[in-house]
């Protein structure tokens, strides 16, 4: 009998033992099946992105010619210019002030669109949304009219008010301000439509809960709907940064980088180093001088991300 019940055990320790070898032969197959099926896109990445990064690296330490290797020359140059000091403050001052700008503005047309009934959102959605649809440098072409110092309607309509001209494009300040404007006016839809599928997602018994506590409108907002949108907020702000600040077509068709080079941002002045003065690898350089003000704002950001999902956890 004892005899019986140590082979039965044997015999079910085996089947048991099979069907986990089993398990985990299923197991790597899958593995192995996904890792083969994602390897169009990995070709796709390393294609468009992982090799033009390399690419542009090994560009910016190369000579004018790129014939000789000068290490980190090109990146000396540049810090030695005072040109590319004002195209640093420019790009940190159009991107920052601009992101801002979008996230208030879209978080508040969110929270307007939000309270209006859902049989009449559809409308305002698809009117709110046509400046981020329009292609931006056709858009831009509209506004470079409006600013133009010989016939701006901007400055007809001041003028009704009896405001003196402003000098929108000649002055590197105004300069700076239109830039931004129509920057705002083109991305401030994208946080809208963001931040209103984050405020559709919030549930309603939250608020309820908040009404019965006594909680006003301002302590709603602040404990309730800022706190669950948090991770949007900061994916959000965080796409648009990174956007912002490799923006090329505004400045280049509103401003062409002028007046004296005062509304350069990273992007258009690597093009007018580059492409136009023919200094390629130069040109490189001053491209990935925005890398790594742009990967210390992503850590901190995901970093704010993952710990939020830890504690909601």
Known sequence: MAAD??????DAAEITGGRANSLQRFARRRSTIAFVMTLPLLAVIVGLVAYPALFGIYLSMLNRRMTEFVGFLNYEILIESETFWNVFFQSCFFAITAVLLKALIGFWLAHML???????QRKWRGMLLVPWVIPPALSTLGWWWMFDPSYS?????????????VPW???????RIAIIMVNVWIGAPFFMIMYLAALKSVPEQLYEAAAIDGATSWQRLRYVTLPMMANIISITVLFSLIVT??????????TNGGPRDLTHVFASYAFQVGILSGNIPR???????????LAVCAFFVLRGVVRRNKEQM
């Open 5 to 10: 019940g140590t082979i039965a055990v044997r």
């Open 114 to 120: 939000h309270h209006i009934p859902n049989n009449k």
């Open 153 to 165: 309607s901007i400055n007809w309509l001041l003028s009704i008010v009896s405001v003196p001209e």
């Open 169 to 175: 494009l000649g002055h590197h300040w105004w300069a």
């Open 245 to 254: 600040f490799a923006n090329y077509d505004i400045v280049r068709v509103l």
């Open 283 to 293: 040109g490189a350089a001053v491209s990935l001088f925005m890398l790594p003000f």
